[in-house]
Each structure stands twice: as structure tokens, then as C-alpha cells.
């Protein structure tokens, strides 16, 4: 049980990050800042394909 726990608590831990680099580049965007808020729009999102694929695999493996 503690062990899907930490599973479950890295899969929110990866999503966390996504979430925020995907929205503070949002707004970046917003505001029309000159720091280049493409690059982190892309990592916010691979990091929350990265956050739902660990979270899915995990569950997988716990079947």
C-alpha cells in the first residue's frame, strides 16, 4: 500500500510541474512577455504527458 502511494505521489509530482509551467507560459503569453514562453508551454506539456503516462504504467503494474 505505501508503495502506491509513492507511485501515485511521483505520477502527481510530474503533473504538478506540468501544470504550472503550462500555465504560467500561458501567462507569459498573456502579458506578451519577452521571455520565450514557447519553450516552456512545451515542457509544462511533456511534462504532464510524462506526469499521466507514469501514473497509468504504475497502475498497470499494480494489477
Not at 520565450?36 to 499494480?62: D, R
Amino acid at each position: 500500500m505505501a508503495n502506491d502511494d509513492k507511485k501515485s505521489t511521483i505520477s502527481a509530482f510530474f503533473i504538478g510541474i506540468g501544470i504550472y509551467l503550462f500555465l504560467r507560459s500561458l501567462i507569459l503569453i498573456l502579458t506578451n512577455k519577452t521571455i520565450s514562453p514557447e519553450s516552456e508551454l512545451g515542457t509544462g506539456i511533456g511534462f504532464l504527458i510524462a506526469g499521466i503516462i507514469i501514473y497509468f504504467v504504475m497502475k498497470k503494474k499494480t494489477k
